[in-house]
Structure formats: C-alpha cells, structure tokens
C-alpha cells in the first residue's frame, strides 16, 4: 500500500556532508519504524539507522556521531543527515518502513564518497 521514494544521494568528497530524503505516498505517523539501510557493491545490506514512531532511534556503530536519521510526519518523509563521510559509506542506500506485518522497501539512492 505504502510506497518509498528515496532521493538525495550523489557525489561527494570525503569529509562532505549529504541528506538523504525519503519520501512515503501515505502518511508514516503509524508506521512502527523507519529505517535506512545500505548495500556496498558485492556486500550483505547492513541496517544504517532506526527512528520508532516514538521518536528514539538508533544508529550503526560505523556511522554513529556522522549520522542522523530523523521524520516529519506532516511531509511523510525521514531523512537521514550524514556528516562528515568517508569512502566506506559508499553504497546505495535504501528507505524501510515496518508496520506490524508490513514491510516496504525503496528502491534505493546511489551515494558515493570519493575524491
């Protein structure tokens, strides 16, 4: 029913900065979680950053301090801020939302960190 729409990734130098949008065709305040993944070329799809529809969240130990995921409910979109990037954040990164049974993904936004 939901669907995911991420935007934002691109280039950028290393120590750069990116926001990455993901846009929901629905509202999200129900939505249990949100989260951001990533998958490196010829790597498993590793869990980034989770926000509840409480507000917590919850970060990789790789990107925690860099990273920042956060939601506005009335654009139904999260985002996720990432500071200060290195080469290994590489990956094409996905939006995820979870609802008791529901599980939708994204189709994913190609960031890559490079000089």
């Known amino acids: 029913q939901v669907q995911l729409v991420e935007s934002g990734g691109g280039l950028v130098q290393p120590g750069g900065s990116l926001r990455l949008s993901c846009a929901a065709s629905?509202?999200?305040?129900?939505?249990?979680?949100m989260t951001w993944y990533r998958q490196a070329p010829g790597k498993e799809r590793e869990l980034v950053a989770v926000?509840?529809?409480?507000?917590?969240?919850s970060y990789a130990d790789s990107v925690k301090g860099r990273f920042a995921i956060s939601r506005d409910n009335a654009k139904n979109t999260v985002y996720l801020q990432m500071n200060s990037l290195k080469p290994e954040d590489t990956a094409v990164y996905y939006c995820?939302?979870?609802?008791?049974?529901?599980?939708?993904w994204g189709q994913g936004t190609l960031v890559t960190v490079s000089s």
């Open positions: 926000i509840t529809s409480g507000g917590n969240t």
């Open positions: 629905g509202s999200i305040f129900s939505i249990n979680y």
């Open positions: 995820n939302a979870i609802r008791g049974s529901l599980v939708v």
